[in-house]
């Protein structure tokens, strides 16, 4: 039972980690039996089947785009999304920004790191982030709020390593707050950890675990 995976992770959560249930790929009558239960936070990674699930599900759910989105979806999804956790250029956060406004709202977003060995998958470095912040454009979007980061582990059964990528993840969260985000008490958000490996993400600091097969089952 779905209802049943939730209770049972959400007892184990710290007060300071949020869950988010990934549903991507999964009926709505299964993100239904999540709402019943309890559940309010859901991730989806691709906008088309965002757009059609927010279309039918009850509208006090907090959508959470995870996947890598590209500019000219972003509109789609700009009038209701709660948090966009993959943004990695300033491109992307430029035209989340103009959507917002259009929208007449704030967008809150993670910047998304490259922290895993693994060459697939996207992400800035710390100096990229540093350049992104500083920027003029970026200075400029007021619809906007960088609210923490986001990051990936590497897909290996090596848990030394995970751990490692984990705290990588941290210090640059920690990094940006020093230099950057002091006075925002806003930017608080790490979202690392996904099934397989969200007890260690949490061990290093995680506040955001992004967990689908273990609420819904495999693919």
């Given at each position: 039972?779905?209802?049943?995976r ?13 869950l ?8 709505v ?13 859901f991730?989806?990674n691709k ?9 039918v ?33 300033l ?11 259009k ?6 977003v ?7 060995q ?17 920027s ?11 609210v ?7 897909f290996v059964?090596?848990?030394q ?7 990588a993840?941290?210090?640059i969260?920690d ?34 675990i ?10």
């Amino acid at each position: 039972m779905i209802a049943d995976r939730i209770k049972e992770i959400t007892s184990t959560l710290p007060a300071t980690v949020s869950l988010i249930a990934v549903s991507k790929t999964k009926p709505v009558r299964d993100l239904q039996e999540a709402y019943d239960s309890g559940q309010r936070a859901f991730g989806e990674n691709k906008v088309q089947e965002l757009v059609d699930k927010y279309e039918v599900l009850p509208k006090d759910i907090e959508w959470h785009l995870i996947g890598h989105l590209q500019t000219n979806k972003v509109k789609y999804i700009a009038p209701f999304v709660h948090l966009i956790h993959a943004v990695d250029s300033l491109k992307l956060l430029v035209e989340i920004n103009k959507q917002a406004e259009k929208n007449e709202r704030s967008i809150d977003v993670l910047l998304q790191f490259h922290i895993a060995q693994e060459e697939t998958k996207f992400g800035l470095s710390l100096g990229e982030a540093q350049e992104l912040i500083e920027s003029e454009a970026f200075q400029s979007c007021q619809n906007i709020r960088v609210v923490g980061v986001m990051g990936m582990a590497s897909f290996v059964e090596d848990e030394q390593q995970v751990r490692r990528e984990f705290q990588a993840l941290k210090s640059i969260f920690d990094e940006l707050h020093e230099s950057n985000f002091k006075d925002q008490s806003y930017f608080k958000e790490i979202s690392m950890g996904m099934s397989g490996d969200c007890q260690i993400a949490m061990e290093e600091g995680s506040t955001m675990i992004r967990v689908g097969s273990s609420i819904f089952g495999g693919r």
